[in-house]
């Protein structure tokens, strides 16, 4: 069975301190993707990444970075010089190909608070 | 684009009433579920239908019935409310799923007294 566990509860960061949300996930498929939502204090999760389990590169996106370590199943999320409106909770997901489980699984999420 | 729509936003209910969350999606996807976020607990799935006319269960379905006579809707019903389905429910869907993203509706505040 698949399984996403987000160890760190709550974080909480001054501005323009970096920070890394960790994702640590277990799958027996071969073929799964992995996911970032967030959900900022309105509510409502937007996706902000997918990767498939072929690419192990690294990405960057502005301050966003996500790096993906099947080594380790690990897919980490690092905000760079974070700001207020960072403040959200972010959900990694992971959801394997049709014939294993497809059906995406969420972990507890980690909730970041940055201050001013 | 509307996206997913979820209605009421918020809702009060007393114990042993029953009713029914809207949700409803104009992006034609296949994929629609529901879950429930409760405090430290993450996003739960109630239930997840992968096309019209087919639903399954998910991790949390006991006290919820849902159908999908359309693609495009996928309410969720309380049958009896109890004070332990407080909570805040979202919808989601997608055009399929494992490698899709998922979008969410705003979700419906329930609290059940």
């Known amino acids: 069975a698949q399984k996403v566990t987000q160890a760190q509860t709550e974080i909480s960061v001054v501005e323009k301190e970096d920070v890394t949300l960790d994702c640590v996930y277990e799958?027996?498929?071969?073929?799964?993707?992995l996911f970032w939502y967030k959900q900022p204090p309105s509510g409502e999760l937007v996706f902000l990444i997918r990767r498939n389990s072929f690419d192990e590169q690294n990405e960057i996106s502005g301050r966003y970075s996500w790096n993906f370590q099947k080594s380790t199943s690990s897919f980490n999320f690092t905000i760079t010089a974070s700001q207020v409106v960072d403040s959200a909770v972010y959900f990694c997901a992971l959801s394997e190909e049709p014939g294993g489980s497809y059906i995406p699984t969420f972990g507890r999420g980690t909730s970041l608070i940055v201050h001013p | 684009n509307a996206g997913v729509t979820q209605t009421p936003k918020f809702q009060v209910l007393k114990t042993g009433q029953s009713m029914t969350l809207q949700c409803a999606q104009d992006?034609?996807?296949?994929?629609m579920s529901w879950y429930r976020q409760d405090p430290g607990m993450g996003l739960r799935l109630i239930h997840y239908s992968v096309g019209a006319g087919i639903t399954d269960q998910g991790e949390v379905p006991n006290g919820y019935n849902v159908s999908r006579s359309t693609t495009e809707d996928f309410p969720l019903r309380l049958l009896s409310a109890a004070p332990s389905q407080t909570s805040v429910y979202f919808c989601?869907?997608?055009?399929?799923?494992?490698?899709?993203?998922?979008?969410f509706g705003a979700g419906t505040r329930l609290s059940v007294l």
């Open positions: 989601a869907s997608s055009q399929t799923v494992a490698k899709n993203i998922q979008y």
């Open positions: 799958t027996r498929d071969t073929t799964y993707y």
């Open positions: 992006m034609n996807h296949e994929y």
